[in-house]
C-alpha cells in the first residue's frame, strides 16, 4: 500500500484532485467508484472547480457509487444519492444517464444488487475506486466481521455507524440501519484505490487499515491485498502510524529515483 502523508486536508485534496484529474486525462471514459460523507467533500468541490474551469471532463465518465441507506427515496436530503447531487452531480458535465446508484427502495434486494455488479462488469469494471473509512474501519458500509470476499449487499450498520451518522437525522429512529452497499471483493475488484483519510478521529483506523494484521474486524486491512492501494491522509490521521517515517522517505526518494533512472539512461557507455 502506498501511504502519502500531507500536512493538511487542503494539501490532501490537492493531491486526490490531481490524482483524479490524471486518470480522467488519461482515461477520458473512466469508470469511477465514488463514496459519500464528510471526506470527500472537499475533493467534489475541487472537481466541480476544475469542471467550471476546463480542467476536467466527466461528459464520458460512469459513476458507482459504493452505498445508499435502505428506506430512503433518493429525493429524501440524507440519502446518498441527494448528497451525491447537492456535492457533485449538479456541478459537473457528467450525464445523468451515467450515474448507477443503489436504490434505498429496491423491489427486491438481490435482484438489485446483482443488477449492481453486472452494470459495473458490463462496462469494463472500476477503473478508480475513491474510498474514505470510518473510525471502526469500514469501506463501503463493510462494516466489521464483513466477508472480505463479499460483493454487493444489504448490510446491518453497526450502532457506532448508527450514532456517527445520528447528527444528519432530528432524532436516532430516523437513522437508517440498513444499507446496500458494494462488498468488499467488489472494490478490491477495482483497478485502482484512492483512500482519503483526514483528522484525529481517522488515526486508529487507518494505523489498522495500513499496519494492522488482515482482518474482517477492519474491512479496510482487505486493502492490503490490493497491488494499487493508495492512501493519502493528513498528519492528524497518520498521527498513529508506526512506520511514518518509512513512507515520508519513500515519498521523497520516489522522485529522486527518477533523477537516477533518467541519469543512468544518458549516461555514455565507456569505450
Ligand atoms: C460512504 C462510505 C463510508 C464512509 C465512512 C467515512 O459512502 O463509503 O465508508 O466513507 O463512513 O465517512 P466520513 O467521511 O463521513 O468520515
Not at 436530503?77 to 446508484?101: A, E, G
Not at 462496462?123 to 475506486?129: E, V
Request: hydrophobic share 35%; with cysteine.
Amino acid at each position: 500500500m502506498i501511504v502519502i502523508i500531507k500536512p493538511d486536508p487542503d494539501a490532501v485534496t490537492r493531491y486526490a484532485y490531481d490524482f483524479v484529474r490524471a486518470k480522467l486525462t488519461a482515461k477520458p471514459n473512466l469508470v469511477l467508484g465514488l463514496p459519500t460523507g464528510s471526506t470527500p467533500q472537499r475533493l467534489y468541490k475541487a472537481l466541480a472547480e476544475g469542471c467550471r474551469k476546463g480542467e476536467v471532463d466527466f461528459s464520458r465518465v460512469h459513476t458507482f457509487n459504493l452505498d445508499e441507506y435502505i428506506g430512503l427515496a433518493p429525493d429524501h436530503p440524507q440519502s446518498y444519492f441527494h448528497f451525491m447531487r447537492v456535492n457533485l452531480f449538479d456541478h459537473v458535465n457528467l450525464p445523468p444517464t451515467n450515474i448507477h446508484f443503489l436504490s434505498g427502495l429496491p423491489d427486491d434486494v438481490e435482484t438489485h444488487c446483482e443488477d449492481y455488479e453486472r452494470q459495473i462488469r458490463d462496462l469494463g469494471g472500476i477503473d478508480l475506486q475513491i474510498l474514505g473509512i470510518g473510525r471502526d474501519g469500514h469501506i463501503g458500509f463493510n462494516e466489521p466481521t464483513s466477508s472480505l470476499c463479499s460483493r454487493t449487499r444489504d448490510k446491518t450498520l453497526t450502532r457506532d455507524t448508527i450514532e456517527d451518522n445520528r447528527r444528519f437525522f432530528e432524532n436516532e429512529d430516523e437513522v437508517p440501519r440498513w444499507a446496500l452497499t458494494m462488498g468488499v471483493g467488489t472494490i478490491l475488484a477495482a483497478r485502482d484505490l484512492l483512500v482519503l483519510a483526514t483528522g484525529r478521529a481517522k488515526a486508529e483506523a487507518i494505523a489498522a487499515m495500513v499496519e494492522g494484521p488482515l482482518t474482517a474486524m477492519c474491512t479496510a486491512s482487505a486493502l492490503q491485498m490490493h497491488p494499487r492501494a493508495r492512501v493519502v491522509c493528513d498528519e492528524a490521521a497518520a498521527a498513529k502510524l508506526d512506520h511514518d517515517e518509512y513512507y515520508r522517505w519513500m515519498q521523497e526518494n520516489d522522485f529522486r529515483m527518477r533523477g537516477v533512472l533518467e541519469a543512468g539512461r544518458s549516461r555514455k557507455p565507456k569505450k
